[in-house]
């Protein structure tokens, strides 16, 4: 099974459609939210990104923004 985590922020359109998107195709993730733990912003920018949300597979591949095509092959 994959371990999926999606960092997220509060107020954050893309992140809810994000989470709203695994959770209605039973994709089980780990939330990580940068405004409760500021320590996941020096992660994030470490690996390249700059905005949020990033969803990362098994600790290796990452999806950055709403991509549903992407997140649809979790689903597999």
């Known amino acids: 099974m994959k371990k999926v985590t999606v960092f997220t922020k509060n107020n954050c359109m893309q992140c809810k459609m994000t989470k709203k998107f695994l959770a209605a195709?039973?994709?089980a993730f780990e939330e990580k939210n940068i405004n409760i733990n500021p320590e996941y912003v020096d992660y994030l920018?470490?690996?390249?990104?700059q905005a949020v949300p990033v969803v990362e597979i098994n600790g290796e591949s990452s999806?950055?923004?709403?991509?549903?095509?992407a997140l649809k092959q979790l689903a597999v």
């Open 45 to 49: 920018k470490d690996q390249g990104f």
């Open 63 to 69: 999806i950055a923004g709403f991509r549903p095509d």
């Open 25 to 27: 195709h039973n994709i």
